[in-house]
């Protein structure tokens, strides 16, 4: 049997070094790797551990690129070939390293943002601004390493994007519009609002497109940036999350007032020292007679919103029972009609 030495020349060396190369290449990275997780193991922070989770998959395309760029040059093909191979080797390995920073800064982003910048929101849209701009980076400099003058394609694009825009008018509003809603910091994740439509909830997103509210009842309410940029909301996380809690109750006319008083500051301490619900201060009261009862507004501390309706509750229950105890009588409304006999 006839061996063609050429032919193992031509073909069998460079596949032999590609193999070589690629082996010593993962080797090198799994030491590295082994060497760089026991480190970063030993730090407190996590960004050691974000770096190595996204460069992991990535390394193994850059040792196939590598040893692929090696060993091409092995094969002897014609100039002109060679260059769009070797083209397209460096667009890839360029848009492989901008894949890696993306997925990174947006670990980073999501890790970090809050404890560095706890005023500024991290929602969808700021990942897809930040993400778009390395992507947007790394595709320009792909096409100028190929020698494609990126000067006249920008231009292209700003004749075409004001075509695009127009044409895609309402999506760019949103986007915009959810862009001026975080800059505006009147809203962040986490933040129970109400809207003037009567809409309430937590905001759970701020997307490119819209902003998702999850109700008290656990639904999803989607509602376009742009009509939410308009609306009139109450956010009650702002200026800070200890908000009051205003309700009334009523007594008879028979009660005594300053024993009303007293048993409504006791209940009101007791509950707040028994479950946290809202805070210890006082709680303030405001008296005013009406038709048909002695009315007491009482206005106690909540630390967060979410207590509101728990502690408006209970309140009740316990002055209700408290009442009964103390033989204190909660009237309802009644009518005394006199006729007067005429003679």
């Known amino acids: ?29 799994n030491i590295l790797f082994k060497g760089i ?33 090696i060993s091409i040059d092995l ?32 670990q980073i982003i999501s890790t970090y943002a809050k404890k560095l910048a706890p005023e500024l929101p991290v929602t969808g849209v700021t990942k897809i601004i930040v993400i778009a701009i390395i992507y947007s980076l790394g595709i320009l400099i792909a096409l100028d390493s190929i020698g494609i003058e990126i000067t006249p394609l920008l231009t292209a694009l700003g004749v075409g994007g004001l075509a695009v825009g127009l044409a895609l008018k309402d999506t760019l509003s949103n986007l915009f519009s959810g862009i001026y809603i975080i800059l505006e910091r009147n809203l962040k994740i986490g933040d129970f609002i109400e809207t003037s439509d009567g809409i309430s909830g937590i905001v759970e997103d701020i997307g490119w ?11 999803i309410i989607v509602i376009p940036n742009e009509k939410l940029a308009q609306t009139i909301l109450k956010n009650y996380e702002l200026p800070e999350k200890k908000l009051s809690l205003v309700f ?10 300053d024993k009303v008083k007293q ?8 509950y707040a020292r028994e479950t946290g619900n809202i805070l210890e201060d006082e709680p ?4 005013k007679p009406s038709d048909f009862s002695l009315d007491f507004t009482i206005i106690v501390k909540l630390p967060e919103i979410m207590k509101k309706w728990q502690a408006r509750s209970d309140l009740y229950e316990r002055l209700f029972k408290r009442f009964k105890e103390e033989n204190i009588e909660i009237p309802y409304p009644i009518e005394t009609i006199y006729l007067k006999k005429e003679e």
């Open 1 to 29: 049997m006839e061996i063609n030495i050429e032919l193992i020349k031509s073909y069998g060396i460079p596949i032999i070094s590609f193999i070589v190369i690629f082996v010593i290449f993962i080797i090198i990275r």
């Open 37 to 69: 997780e026991k480190w970063a193991k030993a730090t407190h922070s996590n960004l050691d551990d974000i770096i190595v989770s996204s460069l992991r998959f990535p390394s193994i395309l850059w040792g196939i690129i590598l040893a692929f760029y």
């Open 75 to 106: 094969f002897g093909i014609p100039p002109r070939l060679d260059l769009y191979i070797h083209n397209i080797l460096t667009v890839t390995i360029i848009l492989s390293v901008t894949v890696a920073l993306a997925n990174i800064t947006n």
């Open 209 to 219: 497109r819209t902003t998702k509210i999850r109700e008290l009842a656990n639904n």
């Open 248 to 257: 009334d109750i009523g007594v008879s006319y028979d009660s005594d007032v």
């Open 263 to 270: 048993i409504i500051i006791e209940e009101c301490q007791k």
């Open 284 to 287: 303030l009261l405001r008296f």
